[in-house]
């Protein structure tokens, strides 16, 4: 069910458990108005109000750009921090009461690498299993199959800091799973990583929900989250604005079409003529191009042509996509995501 | 437990695998001890070698009594000569004062002692007669240790001489003021004979070499001057390497691995316990390979294993403590560095890390029981004199409370930033 808050008051909301697929599913995660300020009370206001659930077995993202609140959200359902407010349930423990069973519910894979680089992949697997609560056979049962998993079982003597970005990533995800936790937080995994290790991590990701893991991942790549995730929660300035499915959310903006313009000169006052196109519906300026939501672009296309020419300017450069999440965050803050 | 031995042993192994960390712990106050010591004669004593002086003596003598004539300048040659300062200084004769000087400034000898021609006649010489003369003292600036001796051992002898002096003129003196002149010049004169033949020609002036000595307390053997610099330097850089280890905590943080910890079931006071005993256990380990190095390369005798053992923990106590402390203090691992080496030199300084305890007196003394480590040493110069460890009860007691204080004061600020 999909559920939208503007920038400010809400216009519909829709907060029980989530229902998709074929029938409601049991709610694993439960958020309920997670608030957190850092030195109150005139401290920054990181997350404000937070609510979603994610259902067992889905993959849940939070998309918003750097700085929104997404990593503050997930150390607060990792016990990390305190909140400031609010509470959530994981696997129907508190995390502001009951730390320590929450902790052995969730794996949390953090957005740094978090391993120790003079020792080899398996000495780490083994050491974070024994934080994990392994021991004896198990645990070592344990690491040679999460080291199968992320497919390191003939690197497992070499050390950390010889392997590159996408090995280390794999261990520092490895390291969550150690213990198969019932929920797995992915804090932005794939930054920095070749499109190879990115595919593989993503395509990892999904044979994991495949298995039944609940997945909570936190992203500010558009598209990694619409491939990925059957819920997606969008987060800006620390406030949850929309959450529902991908294809619930890209109606937000309905049919529009995503159009990019660069022009010889005289941008700004291009968006503004352009702005008073029939069938536009949006006009900015974002860097040094215009960025339009136009309701069918190839009706609207010459029009904007035809108006650049009426002004003396000459379109250099254009770009047409089809609605997606992109331009839904535009939509509902006025931004681009990658701002 | 296993988990809190888990995360020792790992920053242990992590330790001993990097060599920058390992060179600071061991080498470094290896090879200082093995530097000073040798620069202090090495090996296991303080002896310092013998100190070359040239002497030449132009005295010819002087009339002390009736038929009794005495040469003060070969009396004091016969100081220098004498048997119990063979160790100390070696005399070559030399026939003039030039040749004498020469031999210093060739660098054949440390000083020279020229004697006058009229020193006897200066010393025996009655009342205002007395002609003034100094024996002259030629050193090598560069060797004062040997100039301050020789100058020490003539400046006696000459002592002697005087008050022999001043005691005839004080006796010569009462009996003028009886009205009998004539028998006071004889007095005089029977005065300085005395001391010729008695104190004088017996050479009493000796330097006796003497190892230092706790206040009190019965010393059966002489410490090496090695082991006592080991001493020092093993506490001086079992605080650097408790540093080392400590600064983990900080450099964990900032590398996301303290935080990730800090997501898993293992608790909180698990995973800072399990710091502190990284730390506690790898001070422990550096402390024991320093004695077991010191006394199969320098052959130190540590003493008793008993008290040896308790200084040593004791000692990894006060060391991991403070570096916890010191480390609770500070936000990066540059400050760490910075804060922490100037804490340690300064109680190092005042501590008597690099002079030793034992020759300490007054003041500094007092000063080097304001700090654990100046404890920890008069304890391990009172073990290698073969105390044992009734001996070093307030030397492990008093470290052990400076330990626990800074402890718990680490422990309280961990607790707070870690919350």
């Given at each position: 069910m999909l559920w939208v808050t503007a920038a400010g008051p809400s216009v519909y909301k829709e907060t029980s458990a989530p229902t998709y697929g074929e029938g409601r599913l049991v709610s694993i995660v439960e958020v309920q108005g997670l608030r957190k300020q850092y030195d109150p009370p005139k401290g920054v206001l990181a997350v404000d109000g937070v609510s979603f659930d994610i259902?067992?077995?889905?993959?849940?993202?939070?998309?918003?750009?750097?700085?929104?609140?997404?990593?503050?959200?997930?150390?607060?359902?990792?016990?990390?921090?305190?909140?400031?407010?609010?509470?959530?349930?994981?696997?129907?423990?508190?995390?502001?009461?009951?730390?320590?069973?929450?902790?052995?519910?969730?794996?949390?894979?953090?957005?740094?690498i978090a391993l120790y680089p003079d020792m080899s992949a398996r000495e780490n697997l083994l050491f974070w299993g024994k934080m994990y609560g392994l021991a004896g056979e198990a645990l070592k049962t344990r690491v040679d199959e999460v080291?199968?998993?992320?497919?390191?079982?003939?690197?497992?003597?070499?050390?950390?800091?010889?392997?590159?970005?996408?090995?280390?990533?794999?261990?520092?995800?490895?390291?969550?799973?150690?213990h198969k936790p019932k929920v797995l937080y992915l804090d932005e995994p794939t930054v920095g990583i070749d499109p190879q290790s990115r595919r593989s991590i993503l395509d990892g990701i999904l044979a994991l929900r495949d298995q039944g893991m609940t997945i909570l991942y936190t992203t500010h790549y558009m598209a990694e989250a619409?491939?990925?995730?059957?819920?997606?929660?969008?987060?800006?300035?620390?406030?949850?604005?929309?959450?529902?499915?991908?294809?619930?959310?890209?109606?937000?903006?309905?049919?529009?079409?995503?159009?990019?313009?660069?022009?010889?000169?005289?941008?700004?006052?291009?968006?503004?003529?352009?702005?008073?196109?029939?069938?536009?519906?949006?006009?900015?300026?974002?860097?040094?191009?215009?960025?339009?939501?136009?309701?069918?672009?190839?009706?609207?296309?010459?029009?904007?042509?035809?108006?650049?020419?009426?002004?003396?300017?000459r379109i250099t450069e254009v770009n047409v996509t089809e609605p997606n999440l992109e331009m839904v965050f535009l939509h509902l803050t006025g931004r681009a995501l990658r701002e | 437990m296993s988990r809190i031995l888990a995360i020792a042993w790992k920053d242990l192994r992590s330790t001993m695998r990097n060599a920058p960390a390992l060179a600071m712990m061991l080498v470094a106050p290896l090879a200082l001890a093995a530097l000073l010591g040798f620069a202090f004669g090495g090996g296991q004593s303080f002896s310092i070698s013998a100190t070359k002086v040239a002497v030449t003596n132009a005295d010819t003598g002087a009339s002390v009594a009736a038929g009794t004539a005495e040469n003060a300048g070969g009396v004091i040659v016969g100081v220098l000569k004498s048997p119990d300062l063979k160790d100390v200084i070696t005399v070559s004769d030399k026939s003039s004062?030039?040749?004498?000087?020469?031999?210093?400034?060739?660098?054949?000898?440390?000083?020279?002692?020229?004697?006058?021609?009229?020193?006897?006649?200066?010393?025996?010489?009655?009342?205002?007669?007395?002609?003034?003369?100094?024996?002259?003292?030629?050193?090598?600036?560069?060797?004062?240790?040997?100039?301050?001796?020789?100058?020490?051992?003539?400046?006696?002898?000459?002592?002697?001489?005087?008050?022999?002096?001043?005691?005839?003129?004080?006796?010569?003196?009462?009996?003028?003021?009886?009205?009998?002149?004539?028998?006071?010049?004889?007095?005089a004169q029977e005065a300085a004979a005395k001391y010729m033949q008695g104190g004088g020609a017996a050479a009493g002036v000796s330097v006796t070499q003497r190892a230092p000595r706790l206040p009190g307390r019965q010393s059966t053997k002489d410490v090496g001057v090695t082991g006592t610099i080991l001493a020092g330097m093993m506490i001086f850089f079992m605080f650097f390497g408790a540093n080392n280890v400590a600064r983990t905590i900080i450099d964990e943080d900032r590398a996301g691995t303290l935080p990730r910890l800090f997501t898993t079931p293992t608790?909180?006071?698990?995973?800072?316990?399990?710091?502190?005993?990284?730390?506690?256990?790898?001070?422990?380990?550096?402390?024991?390979?320093?004695?077991?190095?010191?006394?199969?390369?320098?052959?130190?005798?540590?003493?008793?294993?008993?008290?040896?053992?308790?200084?040593?923990?004791?000692?990894?106590?006060?060391?991991?403590?403070?570096?916890?402390?010191?480390?609770?203090?500070?936000?990066?691992?540059a400050q760490a560095g910075a804060i922490g080496a100037g804490v340690y030199?300064?109680?190092?300084?005042?501590?008597?890390?690099?002079?030793?305890?034992?020759?300490?007196?007054?003041?500094?003394?007092?000063?080097?029981?304001l700090t654990p480590n100046g404890w920890l040493l008069q304890g391990w110069d009172a073990v290698m004199r073969g105390g044992g460890l009734g001996d070093i009860g307030l030397n492990l007691l008093v470290p052990l409370g400076f330990a626990v204080v800074f402890f718990a004061v680490a422990v309280l600020r961990f607790r707070k930033r870690y919350a």
């Amino acid at each position: 069910m999909l559920w939208v808050t503007a920038a400010g008051p809400s216009v519909y909301k829709e907060t029980s458990a989530p229902t998709y697929g074929e029938g409601r599913l049991v709610s694993i995660v439960e958020v309920q108005g997670l608030r957190k300020q850092y030195d109150p009370p005139k401290g920054v206001l990181a997350v404000d109000g937070v609510s979603f659930d994610i259902a067992q077995g889905e993959i849940f993202s939070l998309l918003g750009p750097n700085g929104a609140g997404k990593s503050t959200t997930i150390s607060m359902l990792s016990c990390l921090l305190h909140p400031s407010g609010g509470d959530a349930l994981v696997d129907g423990h508190s995390v502001v009461t009951d730390a320590q069973a929450v902790k052995e519910a969730i794996g949390v894979v953090p957005q740094d690498i978090a391993l120790y680089p003079d020792m080899s992949a398996r000495e780490n697997l083994l050491f974070w299993g024994k934080m994990y609560g392994l021991a004896g056979e198990a645990l070592k049962t344990r690491v040679d199959e999460v080291l199968e998993l992320i497919t390191l079982v003939d690197r497992q003597k070499d050390r950390v800091e010889k392997f590159s970005g996408g090995m280390k990533r794999r261990v520092n995800i490895g390291v969550a799973l150690l213990h198969k936790p019932k929920v797995l937080y992915l804090d932005e995994p794939t930054v920095g990583i070749d499109p190879q290790s990115r595919r593989s991590i993503l395509d990892g990701i999904l044979a994991l929900r495949d298995q039944g893991m609940t997945i909570l991942y936190t992203t500010h790549y558009m598209a990694e989250a619409q491939e990925l995730s059957d819920r997606i929660g969008i987060v800006d300035h620390g406030k949850m604005i929309a959450v529902g499915t991908n294809g619930e959310l890209v109606k937000i903006v309905g049919e529009e079409a995503h159009v990019e313009l660069s022009v010889d000169h005289s941008l700004e006052g291009m968006v503004e003529r352009w702005a008073e196109v029939r069938g536009v519906t949006t006009a900015m300026i974002d860097e040094d191009r215009a960025v339009l939501l136009v309701q069918d672009a190839n009706e609207v296309l010459p029009r904007l042509f035809e108006t650049a020419a009426a002004a003396g300017s000459r379109i250099t450069e254009v770009n047409v996509t089809e609605p997606n999440l992109e331009m839904v965050f535009l939509h509902l803050t006025g931004r681009a995501l990658r701002e | 437990m296993s988990r809190i031995l888990a995360i020792a042993w790992k920053d242990l192994r992590s330790t001993m695998r990097n060599a920058p960390a390992l060179a600071m712990m061991l080498v470094a106050p290896l090879a200082l001890a093995a530097l000073l010591g040798f620069a202090f004669g090495g090996g296991q004593s303080f002896s310092i070698s013998a100190t070359k002086v040239a002497v030449t003596n132009a005295d010819t003598g002087a009339s002390v009594a009736a038929g009794t004539a005495e040469n003060a300048g070969g009396v004091i040659v016969g100081v220098l000569k004498s048997p119990d300062l063979k160790d100390v200084i070696t005399v070559s004769d030399k026939s003039s004062a030039a040749e004498a000087r020469k031999s210093v400034d060739d660098g054949k000898t440390a000083a020279a002692v020229i004697i006058p021609a009229g020193l006897s006649r200066a010393i025996f010489g009655s009342g205002s007669t007395a002609p003034a003369t100094a024996v002259e003292l030629y050193e090598n600036p560069t060797q004062q240790i040997g100039g301050a001796i020789t100058e020490s051992i003539v400046g006696q002898a000459l002592l002697g001489f005087n008050g022999a002096r001043a005691a005839a003129l004080a006796a010569a003196g009462l009996a003028t003021a009886n009205g009998d002149g004539a028998r006071a010049g004889k007095l005089a004169q029977e005065a300085a004979a005395k001391y010729m033949q008695g104190g004088g020609a017996a050479a009493g002036v000796s330097v006796t070499q003497r190892a230092p000595r706790l206040p009190g307390r019965q010393s059966t053997k002489d410490v090496g001057v090695t082991g006592t610099i080991l001493a020092g330097m093993m506490i001086f850089f079992m605080f650097f390497g408790a540093n080392n280890v400590a600064r983990t905590i900080i450099d964990e943080d900032r590398a996301g691995t303290l935080p990730r910890l800090f997501t898993t079931p293992t608790p909180r006071q698990t995973i800072l316990g399990g710091k502190f005993s990284s730390v506690f256990v790898t001070v422990l380990v550096q402390a024991v390979i320093l004695l077991v190095a010191g006394r199969f390369i320098f052959g130190i005798d540590w003493g008793r294993l008993d008290a040896v053992a308790a200084l040593t923990l004791v000692a990894a106590a006060v060391a991991s403590g403070l570096a916890l402390l010191v480390i609770s203090l500070v936000r990066t691992p540059a400050q760490a560095g910075a804060i922490g080496a100037g804490v340690y030199l300064v109680l190092a300084l005042l501590g008597g890390n690099f002079t030793g305890s034992a020759a300490a007196g007054g003041t500094y003394a007092n000063v080097q029981k304001l700090t654990p480590n100046g404890w920890l040493l008069q304890g391990w110069d009172a073990v290698m004199r073969g105390g044992g460890l009734g001996d070093i009860g307030l030397n492990l007691l008093v470290p052990l409370g400076f330990a626990v204080v800074f402890f718990a004061v680490a422990v309280l600020r961990f607790r707070k930033r870690y919350a």
